[in-house]
């Protein structure tokens, strides 16, 4: 079994602030994890992935996430928000048949 | 590489009706994952095909849904007797390989429904 728990449904950061991003995992196996980004009317666009190769993964745009396997959890970051990332941000975990996602995370950037 | 299309993108329906949809999967890539996507929410699981094969589908899929993998090429989802339940955006993505849950997942557009 798995699942996905992102904490926040909405999130507002100004331009030019850190962009924080909470995602925990529950996973029986060991875990594939996914960030993947959603603009409106469109379909998903994958940001980054963790394959268990190294705990820091980079992802495009400037964002990246961080595995942290005793805390369960695989948040997301970048340093600096842009107002075109405004957007829905989608965790998922991919066991050995399919990929669970979370219910999402709408991230606001004021200008 | 021309990415995943979907067909069509905007359907709207009679409640009672019966729609089809279609999507047309990166080229050679082995799986192909139908969701579903409600205001507010990530997208849930349908069903998925290895090659022409259908391996999974989640009980969300009544058996007024159907979804058909001919020839492991394109595939089409079809939902019979249309409820307003059933609006919602209905996404296909394809993997490559046997990666499985594994693989990283290419989405297209997405085809949104409304049963009037």
């Known amino acids: 079994a798995q699942s996905v728990t992102q904490l926040g449904s909405h999130v507002s950061v100004s331009e030019g602030a850190l962009v924080l991003l909470r995602c925990n995992y529950s996973s029986s196996v060991p875990p594939y994890l996914f960030w993947y980004v959603q603009y409106p009317n469109q379909g998903l666009q994958l940001l980054l992935k963790y394959t268990s190769a190294a705990t820091l993964v980079k992802g495009i745009n400037g964002f990246e996430a961080e595995f942290k396997k005793s805390e369960t959890s695989f948040h997301l970051t970048k340093p600096s928000a842009h107002m075109s990332d405004a957007a829905e941000y989608f965790c998922a975990v991919g066991g050995y048949q399919k990929v669970t996602f979370g219910i999402g995370t709408k991230l606001q950037v004021i200008p | 590489d021309t990415g995943v299309s979907q067909n069509p993108r905007h359907k709207i329906t009679k409640r009672g009706q019966n729609v089809t949809f279609r999507c047309d999967p990166i080229?050679?890539?082995?799986?192909l994952y139908w969701y579903r996507q409600t205001l507010g929410q990530g997208p849930e699981f349908l069903t998925y095909f290895q090659n022409e094969a259908q391996l999974e589908k989640s009980r969300l899929l009544s058996d007024r849904f159907s979804a058909e993998r001919p020839k492991g090429s394109f595939s089409t989802l079809e939902i019979q007797r249309t409820e307003q339940g059933d609006s919602a955006m209905y996404l296909c993505?394809?993997?490559?390989?046997?990666?499985?849950?594994?693989?990283?997942?290419?989405f297209g557009p997405g085809t949104r429904l409304l049963v009037l």
């Open positions: 080229s050679e890539h082995n799986r």
């Open positions: 993505a394809s993997s490559p390989g046997t990666s499985g849950g594994r693989g990283t997942q290419y």
